[in-house]
Nanobody, 124 residues
Framework: QVQLVESGGGLVQPGGSLTLSCTAS????????IAWFRQAPGKERELVAV???????NIADAVVGRADISRDAAKNTVYLQMRRLKVEDTAVYYCGADKECAGYGCYNPRGHYWGQGTQVTVSS
């Protein structure tokens, strides 16, 4: 069993930046990939970014050029850094982990484990 805890959401002005953190226990290497998803009101949950246990990563087209995903193995934490935020980035952001994916399949991860979500609101 893997537990995921997100932090770092909040209210941000358009054009601003923020960093979300996802801490996994017992380890980020207990799963094959950790991803950030988001769900806006009335919309389906969508993938934002994913990083595999091997270090490969993928960023969704909606945020490419404005988002980075990284990890700190010593802290068992995966980060999502977003900049030039837009109103349409407003959503609940979830950390999810895939325990089965392999290779390029990890770039379309399934959510076997989920965090509780953190609200990101972009508004002036």
């Amino acid at each position: 069993q893997v537990q995921l805890v997100e932090s770092g959401g909040g209210l941000v002005q358009p054009g601003g930046s923020l960093t979300l953190s996802c801490t996994a226990s017992p380890s980020i290497f207990s799963v094959n990939a950790i991803a950030w998803f988001r769900q806006a009101p009335g919309k389906e949950r969508e993938l934002v970014a994913v990083i595999s246990s091997g270090g490969g990563y993928n960023i969704a087209d909606a945020v490419v050029g404005r988002a980075d995903i990284s990890r700190d193995a010593a802290k068992n934490t995966v980060y999502l850094q977003m900049r030039r935020l837009k109103v349409e980035d407003t959503a609940v952001y979830y950390c999810g982990a895939d325990k089965e994916c392999a290779g390029y399949g990890c770039y379309n991860p399934r959510g076997h484990y989920w965090g509780q979500g953190t609200q990101v609101t972009v508004s002036s």
